[in-house]
């Protein structure tokens, strides 16, 4: 028994005895979460491969219902939580499931059943909790949204991770997290895999890749003023890389309205077998190291200006990618996320020397007396990103360039006996010039509902 499931049997049993106690079952609270989701993306320019069809589309039904208890009495107070997800496929086509390739890490949102996806596909995540005064710690399925680690919900059902975490606000406007995870579960899967990184974990053929099974992060928030927060935090890939996050926030009025200025800093660098050995190197090194794989190395600045007035939202932002690798993040090849201000619907613009500018404008229409419904832009131009001519182990560095633009307009039933029923129209459209990749459009209809259950 790992150590995981032996703190989680103790939380357990130690609940079975206390669950009369008054705060266990009092703050408990069940929901039942329901998405419809289609997604369509079509990739063009250039010819139909093996790894590229021209189209791609699937439309599901998700089900995710969650379970969080209160606490028991005492100093040592126990609790436990738990996730249910269930995915129903409503239409995916053997030409138009996003896995044609038939690889095991799933299609655009189904799991694969060699090449066709599977009719449904389900988990359960069980966490026990233990808490001491502002101290809480946690063991089994996370759902981390951290700068170092980020939770994927961009499709029918969520990624979790297995793993620990302890998260303690003792300290007055000081949030102090640290954990390890171990496992992910992606969110077109139901099965744990090991931990890895774009261009390590086999694309073409998910289970050959390099995967471990140790991510260690910690770090904290510190409010300078209720208007300024300060950010560290540090994550390492076991083998694959290290880094130091470094993050500030700040809120001005200014006139009517209100100016967010977000800054980012992240610092990546090799790790072990990383360094040294080709299985685990990642996408994105073209300093020397053949077809553009190579260790990490990596330095993002980012800023990001946002400025709201009587419902409207202006922004703008610049991001800058040094170093000789693209910035990495956990990645194991089946859909994730990373803490950038450039990670859109289809790209995160973080390739190796990449230098990104971004426009946004978002509107609120309850200013005009139709509250829940909103619309917003955003668009993003890459450019100066470090690649290679070919793949015949040149180091040759060009100048090439994307750009990314995405719509959304989304309306949630504000009250009534409709209420939190939501639904989405998002599209988005990227073009790029860089050597053997088709550009894109993608359309996504999501209809959203959250019943609370007690």
């Known amino acids: 028994m790992n150590k995981s499931t032996l703190a ?3 939380a357990l049993g130690a609940i079975a005895q206390q669950a009369g106690a008054a705060g266990f079952i009092e703050d408990s609270k069940a929901t039942l979460g329901l998405r419809n989701f289609y997604i369509n993306t079509d990739n063009r320019d250039g010819a139909p491969t093996s790894s590229s069809r021209s189209k791609n589309a699937e439309w599901g039904q998700g089900f995710d219902l969650r379970f969080i208890s209160g606490y028991t009495q005492g100093t040592v107070q126990f609790g436990v939580d738990a996730i249910g997800l269930y995915g129903v496929r409503l239409d995916s086509s053997r030409a138009e499931h996003g896995n044609y390739s038939g690889t095991a890490s799933g299609g655009t949102m189904f799991p694969s059943d060699g090449n066709k996806a599977v009719h449904d596909f389900a988990s ?3 966490t026990g909790k233990v808490k001491i005064s502002q101290t809480e710690l946690k063991l089994g399925t996370l759902q981390p949204k951290l700068p170092v680690i980020v939770t994927n919900d961009g499709r029918l059902l969520p990624q979790t991770f297995q793993g620990g975490q302890i998260t303690t606000n003792d300290i007055k406007d000081l949030t102090l997290v640290a954990g390890q995870v171990e496992h992910a579960k992606g969110r077109n899967s139901s099965n744990n895999e090991g931990l890895s990184l774009g261009g390590a974990n086999g694309s073409s053929n998910y289970r050959t890749g390099s995967f471990v099974n140790k991510f260690y992060y910690a770090g904290g928030d510190y409010k300078i003023t209720k208007d300024l927060t300060a950010q560290y935090y540090y994550g390492n890939l076991e083998d694959f890389y290290k880094q130091h996050f470094l993050g500030l926030t700040h809120n001005w009025s200014i006139g009517p309205g209100v100016l967010k200025s977000d800054l980012r800093y992240f610092n990546s660098s090799d790790d072990g077998l990383n360094g040294n050995t080709p299985a685990y190197y990642t996408n994105g090194n073209y300093n020397g190291f053949n077809a553009g794989k190579g260790k990490v190395d990596n330095n993002l600045y980012s800023g990001l200006f946002l400025y709201t007035v009587a419902g409207h939202t202006f922004g703008g932002g610049y991001q800058v990618s040094n170093g000789s690798s693209d910035f990495p993040w956990l990645n194991q090849g089946d859909g994730s996320s990373a803490y950038l201000t450039t990670d859109m619907q289809i790209q995160k613009f973080a390739r190796a020397g990449e230098r990104t500018w971004q426009a ?14 909103t619309a917003g832009v955003v668009y ?4 100066d990103i470090d690649t290679i001519a070919n793949n015949a182990g ?7 360039s994307e750009w990314e633009r995405d719509i959304t307009v989304a309306y949630v039933i504000p009250e009534g006996p409709l209420k939190n029923l939501g639904v989405a129209w998002k599209n988005a459209m990227w073009r790029t010039d860089l050597a053997n990749t088709r550009s894109q459009d993608e359309n996504r209809l999501i209809v959203s509902y959250s019943l609370p259950l007690f």
């Not at 946004?360 to 419904?373: E, N, S, T």
């Not at 040149?394 to 090439?400: F, I, L, N, S, V």
Request: hydrophobic share 40%; aromatic share 10%.
């Open 394 to 400: 040149r180091a040759e560095t060009t100048g090439q």
């Open 8 to 10: 989680l049997a103790v």
């Open 380 to 383: 993003l131009k890459g450019s």
């Open 124 to 126: 359960l995540g069980v």
């Open 360 to 373: 946004r404008y978002a509107y609120d229409f309850a200013k005009v007396g139709v509250p829940g419904l």
